[in-house]
């Protein structure tokens, strides 16, 4: 049965960003993944973790200006010294917290950037970001993102993200599969995701079209998550969501795969 994890970026935001690790842990979680941690001192945010009893199972590397609405650099060749700063406080974030994965988010182009200095680019920082991760002990996830929610995004499919990986010649990255973009971008979920499964270090789910709980939408999840646990996935899926009311009142779909879990002591420990 799957393994699920909250996002404290989207859930449980009734509560402050630093208490929504015991709140999740309430709820029966027994791991969190987040989108941004930088406002926050990375000792603080693993002492709540510890506290809670969670562990922290993903986040993102500095992705630039979200005020300007930026939502990853990788791609942009005037921002490298940037980007590499960035992986060196990822991992210090990571670190502090015991948390073994961290996710590129690769950017917008610049208008009339060229596309093969654009490639060049993102293939050398995503080169130089897995090799410090994997002095760290670390994996480097990368995510392609829908381009009808994020209109311009560099990456919005697998096979992108599964060739840029093999331009750089690294052994420590893999995908981030996350349903509600690919769902968008490809369909067939099953099936590309017992495709490139060995390649595939994170899972995230959100319903489509709204980003909502699961059973909000198009996606039929039970079947997904069956057929996640029928190709031997043994990662984490991250519930990465906009709940439709409050974050409890829409766990219905998860509640049972919580309970499963505490009831067998599938918490922890499985590789992902």
């Not at 001192?41 to 693993?46: G, K, L, M, Q, V």
């Not at 995230?204 to 646990?229: K, M």
């Not at 709940?243 to 009142?249: E, I, M, N």
Request: hydrophobic share 45%; glycine share 10%; proline share 5%.
């Amino acid at each position: 049965m799957p393994r699920f994890c909250a996002n404290l970026s989207l859930l449980f935001t009734e509560y402050a960003f630093l208490d929504r690790f015991q709140a999740a842990a309430d709820a029966g979680f027994s791991a969190v993944e987040y989108q941004f941690p930088y406002a926050y001192e990375a000792n603080e945010i693993a002492a709540r973790a510890r506290g809670a009893g969670v562990e922290v199972v993903m986040f993102n590397l500095p992705g630039g200006n979200r005020e300007k609405g930026e939502l990853g650099i990788a791609c942009l060749p005037d921002r490298t010294e940037e980007f590499h700063t960035g992986v060196a406080r990822g991992i210090e974030y990571a670190a502090a917290a015991n948390c073994k994965r961290l996710n590129l988010l690769a950017g917008i182009p610049a208008p009339g950037q060229a596309d093969a200095l654009t490639r060049a680019t993102l293939v050398a920082n995503l080169r130089y970001a897995a090799e410090e991760l994997r002095e760290a002990g670390m994996t480097l996830l990368v995510e392609a993102i829908n381009t009808r929610t994020i209109p311009g995004f560099y990456l919005s499919r697998s096979a992108q993200v599964l060739g840029l990986i093999d331009e750089a010649g690294v052994t420590n990255a893999k995908l981030q599969y996350d349903v509600f973009h690919m769902q968008i971008m490809e369909g067939d979920l099953t099936e590309r995701t017992e495709a490139i499964l060995p390649r595939i270090g994170h899972i995230q789910v959100a319903d489509v079209p709204d980003r909502r709980e699961p059973g909000t939408g198009e996606i039929n999840f039970p079947r997904l998550f069956e057929h996640l646990d029928h190709i031997g996935y043994e990662g984490w899926v991250g519930a990465e969501y906009f709940p439709r009311a409050g974050t409890l009142d829409g766990l219905g779909w998860v509640r049972p795969y919580l309970r499963h879990a505490r009831a067998t002591g599938l918490l922890k420990g499985r590789a992902a």
